[in-house]
């Protein structure tokens, strides 16, 4: 039990020693979470990812995992500085083990308070704010260019949690289903629950009514049953026969802005396959966070690929 006290209540206290053994319930802890985390992502209805719900319960345990680091370096002598050698590869892991091998010198001292621990206190617990946000948020990276003009590959955008029902117009990330278990994929809602989504000879048209078009400044710029305006790549020249479909209830039929890639009237099975549940919805891209010809390669390939004009661009 001491320990746990140690680890849980003593974690906040970052001027002062503890031994390995809060250690050990550190990462029992993370260890926990680790193993309650699918279980708790699926309670969500696949609203919160994996990585979401991971995220919120590390932000519990966040502030007392790293100032135990921070007693426990203390305990044999050494500085808390040595924390920040988990900010490097690999080095988290030989950082615990040098935390559970290294004996104790320095048992029940307490050190002097120092600013720089209090501005490391603070520092930490805007962290495990900024993780705890997570259950609002979540990240993905375009990795094609389906979604362009409005999205581009290479894209790394933040999206909004969604616990409502998906609207026309919203750029979702939606579970591929079982076809590609654990992919996430990104287009936009087109049509809602009872219409009837065709291809005409000008294009989309929901319920009969033709979604109007008109030249746009990166293509062609359509406009929604009362949702935006955004740029498309058209189909191409739309030719019979027009394949249709009706939106069941609980479901949306999404399209990629690039229809010409996405292909989705090529045929009526590659229409019914853009019908999705609405409980496959997972978020709604409202932020590009940063945008990158090259993520491959390191910070000096990201840096020369960065797209500096699309870095925190709101899409439409």
């Not at 007392?64 to 892991?93: C, E, K, N």
């Not at 206190?121 to 704010?129: E, F, H, Q, R, S």
């Not at 994929?185 to 979604?211: C, F, K, N, S, Y």
């Amino acid at each position: 039990m001491g320990a746990i006290r140690a680890f849980f209540v003593g974690g906040f206290d970052w001027n002062g020693t503890t031994g390995r053994a809060s250690v050990v319930v550190g990462l029992l802890t993370f260890g926990l979470i680790l193993v309650v985390s699918p279980s708790l992502a699926e309670a969500t209805g696949g609203r919160l990812t994996l990585r979401q719900v991971v995220f919120v319960l590390s932000a519990l345990v966040t502030v007392q995992m790293f100032g135990t680091i921070v007693r426990r370096l203390h305990d044999a002598g050494r500085s808390g500085w040595w924390l920040l050698l988990a900010a490097i590869p690999y080095m988290p892991i030989l950082l615990m083990l040098a935390l559970l091998a290294l004996p104790p010198t320095e048992r029940g001292r307490r050190w002097e308070p120092a600013s720089s621990r209090r501005l490391a206190l603070g520092l930490t617990l805007v962290l495990a704010l900024f993780m705890a946000s997570r259950a609002f948020w979540t990240d993905h990276l375009l990795a094609s260019e389906a979604m362009s003009p409005t999205l581009w590959q290479g894209d790394y955008v933040a999206a909004a949690t969604l616990f409502r029902a998906p609207r026309r117009g919203d750029i979702v990330v939606y579970d591929a289903g079982p076809a590609q278990p654990g992919a996430l994929q990104v287009m936009r809602v087109v049509g809602l629950a009872g219409e009837t989504v065709r291809l005409g000879p000008e294009g989309p048209e929901i319920d009969g009514a033709p979604v109007p078009r008109e030249t746009g400044a990166a293509g062609v710029l359509e406009t929604l049953p009362g949702g935006p305006a955004y740029d498309v790549v058209p189909e191409g020249q739309p030719g019979g026969p027009y394949v249709a479909v009706t939106v069941p209830a609980g479901a949306v039929l999404v399209l990629a802005d690039n229809r010409l890639l996405d292909a989705a009237f090529a045929s009526q099975a590659s229409l019914e396959a853009h019908v999705i549940s609405e409980a496959s919805v997972r978020a709604r891209i409202v932020l590009v966070l940063a945008s990158s010809a090259s993520w491959r390669g390191g910070v000096p390939a990201w840096v020369r690929g960065m797209r500096w004009d699309r870095v925190w661009s709101v899409p439409v």
